[in-house]
């Protein structure tokens, strides 16, 4: 599961018949935001206009009126900006760093990763907030999907966000709280292992080169044996 451009999801299953793993895609992303508090109806609220109307270098692409909020559109990268101006509207007394001083960036210009890297290596108290609660919101996310799918084999984490807010993700609370609550049935949850995957470990090429193999009728080919 990975948020990055958008939120990809998907499963890694193998049958004791099968002779391999196989991998089931899904639009996971495409779910329903979920709503779990008055913030959050504020937020979701707010993101109908935004998703709309902003002319953010991240929000260019999918711009234009929409329906519903799925929850790619506050969980993925192009989610943080919008949460950025969220926060900027609920709490207006606080300083909007990276919109002052000789670096200053106007709001169209500022991108996650700026978000982000303000909130980790600055501590920047608006980018903090927002990279708060996106790791709610992806926390609450991979709790739900965890639920649907019981992955006791572990939850695999990548995607350019991830890695972004590794660090953060792993020492800090925020995250597996709400992964993990799910009322009586979070004891279960808690059974699920949770990985953070290294940027180095290219999936994409990974699965494009296990792909070609299967295409050939191999399976499980090692370096040895090419």
Not at 182 to 187: E, N, W, Y
Not at 201 to 222: D, H, K, N, T, V
Request: hydrophobic share 35%; aromatic share 8%.
């Amino acid at each position: 599961m990975g948020p990055g451009t958008g939120l990809g999801m998907g499963l890694l299953v193998k049958s004791q018949f099968g002779k391999c793993h196989e991998i089931l895609s899904t639009e996971g992303g495409h779910t329903d935001f979920t709503v779990k508090s008055e913030e959050d109806w504020r937020l979701k609220k707010f993101a109908h206009d935004y998703l709309k109307n902003s002319d953010n270098v991240e929000n260019l692409r999918a711009r234009g009126p929409t329906e519903r909020i799925s929850i790619e559109r506050l969980c993925a990268g192009p989610a943080v900006p919008l949460i950025y101006e969220f926060f900027k509207k609920e709490n207006p007394d606080i300083k909007c760093v990276l919109e002052e001083g000789d670096a200053a960036k106007s709001p169209k210009d500022i991108t996650s990763g700026d978000i982000i890297r303000s909130a980790m290596t600055t501590k920047d108290d608006l980018c903090s907030k927002v990279v708060e609660k996106f790791a709610q919101i992806f926390g609450t996310e991979v709790g739900n999907f965890a639920m649907k799918t019981l992955p006791y084999g572990g939850i695999y984490l990548t995607g350019g966000v991830t890695m972004g807010l590794a660090q953060y993700l792993q020492q800090t609370n925020v995250f597996k709280q709400e992964v993990y609550a799910k009322g009586r049935l979070s004891a279960t949850v808690r059974r699920f292992p949770i990985y953070v995957l290294q940027p180095e470990i290219e999936i994409g090429i990974l699965g494009a080169e296990e792909q070609a193999y299967r295409l050939q009728g191999c399976f499980g080919i090692s370096a040895d044996q090419e």
